[in-house]
């Protein structure tokens, strides 16, 4: 694939799309906040896991190194409190939830960064970048604590667009009466027992979570970096306080070319809260649905715009997987095995490149499975199939064995969905739409369900029950 057409990226300093234009095309580099491993992710979490994972394998084909770092946050309160709550040190709480993120992040089919820095191992850098901020007159000691002062950096508030006062106004900002400024935000401050700690000229304490972000990317990337993402909820204070740091201890230097934040996730049109329970574990999802399933979903709209999550949404996502696994099923069947032997589709391509456009990706995709289905002889069929899976290959999609995906694991199929799916049936059948009953129980065969009409309704049962 050459690089003649431009891949268009939403910046979000800047407040439109733009070219990319990498620092160095030899030496792409890229850094996304990654999770703080205190408790099992959910699906807002996942999101920018999925996106970014996307954008690893659209910039890795264009240039020929990418240098990717997602970190591991593996100090901080949250952790802290989880700890103590379990009379265990922090260790055992951060490695436990890091092994599970990578786990369930496997399952949607996200693979790993070239790089995934824990902040506990860079405690002495984040010194170092601490002494340099005081030096510079951009930090100062105050009760133990070190804090940045924010009215020591003109620029503050440029990426969020607001005011610095408006911005703390409307965010969850730690009011202390030993700050200069309500908007100053901690770089090191002091630790207690059970808390961890390390020495310091400040004494014995840890390091502020935006800290600790400043220092990977730059130990790792360097002092500016092409392009830095997270989730849109990070813009302000994360980000904001991450340039302030990363610009004051670098001699004015961009942190950052291109900013990347994509949109929210909600459930049922509400926001995802553990006040209103509605909270999706990942971890608890993949129990009842594969995992490709999800990431299809998390595809599924574009990544700037919020994505609702419902079952409704769930159950067409599954239909859609279906669907297409049997369009590559037959065509293997008629024409012998198919590979992902030509490039994707231009207008696929073109999808991708314009701000990783998802949505009309999929539509492609979509699109050239319909060809698969109707081709009438070999060449047309190799051709649409080899397109359709290299696009697969690009999204992470279609990647099992369509008779392994349509025989479907039964005993692990959610009771919940496939009720769903006769519910469905029997009002297509109300309805007089025989067509659409018809596919759902071929579906619901695919998937090892035998289906029983009977005078008080629909029985199903497990292939082998």
Known sequence: MTNKEPLLLYNTMKREKQVFVPQDPNRVTMYVCGPTVYSYAHIGNARPAVIFDLLYRLLSSRYPKVIYARNITDVDDKINAAAAEQNVPIEIISRRFADIYHQDMAALGVGLPSIEPRATEHIPQMINMIERLIKSGHAYVEQGHVLFSVESFEDYGAL????????????????????????????????????????????????????????????????SIDIHGGGQDLVFPHHENEIAQSVCAHAGKTFAHYWMHNGFVTVNKSKMSKSLGNTLVIHELLEQTKGEVLRYLLLSAHYRQPLDWSEEALVRVQRTLDRVYGVIRDADARFGPLLADEAPSS???????????????????????????????????????????????????????????????????????????????????????????????????????????????????????
């Not at 700050?179 to 004494?203: A, C, M, Y």
């Not at 014995?204 to 130990?219: A, I, K, Q």
């Open 160 to 223: 969020s667009g607001r005011e610095v006062d408006e911005m703390i106004a409307g965010s969850r900002v730690e009011v202390a009466d030993f700050k200069r400024h309500p908007g100053d935000f901690v770089l090191w401050k002091p630790s207690v027992d059970p808390q961890p700690g390390w020495d310091s000229p400040w004494g014995w304490g840890r390091p502020g979570w935006h800290l600790e972000c400043s220092v990977m990317s730059e130990h790792h990337l360097g002092e």
């Open 347 to 465: 207008e696929f391509m073109a999808a991708l490149l314009d701000d990783l456009n998802t949505p009309d990706a999929l539509a492609e995709l979509n699109k050239e499975a319909r060809r698969l289905a109707n081709a009438d002889n070999e060449e047309a069929a190799r051709s649409s199939a080899g397109k359709l899976l290299a696009a697969a290959e690009f999204l992470g999609l279609f990647q099992q064995d369509p008779q392994d995906w349509l025989a479907g694991d039964t005993e692990g199929l959610d009771d919940d969905l496939i009720d769903r799916l006769i519910e469905e049936r029997n009002s297509a059948r109300k309805n007089r739409n025989f067509a659409r009953a018809d596919e759902i129980r071929n579906q619901l065969q695919e998937m090892g369900i035998s289906l029983e009409d009977v005078a008080d309704g629909t029985r199903w049962r497990r292939s082998g029950d």
